[in-house]
Antibody
């Protein structure tokens, strides 16, 4: 089970940290990803962290967002800085498999809404 | 980066009809292709991975096929509960892009 939190209304230029509390598997030994969906739009892959520690980002968030995890809390995070109106979306965390060849997304959290607006 | 496209963008069909959705990658992605179903107001759900492997619990009326750049999701007999938007996603190398989605409706 994955449970996101930390969303809300934030002004442009502000920062927010999303959390994804994981139960049923160990977040540090698997690949974990963030995906977002702007209101009424399609899915956009945002970021992934591999079990070995490597992290990757979509160009749209590179340099502004940071994915991380806390093994002691079995929680995934997404630190979002310099937020823009176009970052407004529902953010989902998802397990992305255990290897590069099984990185489909399953399961997904219920999502957390981030609204960037003045 | 590899771009993912889908067609059609929407389809309306009758209960019992066969529905086919196409996903195309701008470059070959081998077998690293998944399909997701998102019902209105709900969380996306994995349907198929590795082009054609059904996730546990997914009805057998769903099937996937294709290779390298051209992929297909087929619903063999459309049911009312299949009303949803369907997304393909590549997961060969980052970025793990999604297609724009295909909305399936029942007439």
């Amino acid at each position: 089970q994955l449970v996101e939190s930390g969303g809300g209304l934030i002004q442009p230029g502000g920062s927010l940290r999303l959390s994804c509390a994981v139960s049923g598997f160990t977040v540090s030994s698997t690949y974990m990803s963030w995906v977002r969906q702007a209101p009424g739009k399609g899915m956009e892959w945002v970021s992934i962290t591999y079990s070995g520690g490597a992290t990757y980002y979509a160009d749209s968030v590179k340099g502004r967002f940071t994915i991380s995890r806390d093994s002691s809390k079995n929680t995934l995070y997404l630190q979002m800085n310099s937020l823009r109106a176009e970052d407004t979306a529902m953010y989902y965390c998802a397990r992305a498999g255990d290897n590069v060849w099984d990185s489909w997304l399953d399961p997904w959290g219920q999502g957390v809404l981030v609204t960037v607006s003045s | 980066d590899i771009q993912m496209t889908q067609s059609p963008s929407s389809v309306s069909a009758s209960v019992g009809d066969r529905v086919t959705i196409t996903c195309r990658a701008s470059q070959g992605i081998s077998h690293y292709l998944a399909w997701y179903q998102q019902k209105p107001g709900k969380v996306p759900k994995l349907l198929i991975y590795s082009i054609s492997t059904l996730q546990s619990g997914v009805p057998s009326r769903f099937s996937g096929s294709g290779s390298e750049t051209d992929f297909t999701l087929t619903i063999s007999s459309l049911q009312p509960e299949d009303v949803a938007t369907y997304y393909c996603q590549k997961y060969d190398i980052v970025p793990y892009s999604f297609g724009p989605g295909t909305t399936v409706d029942v007439k």
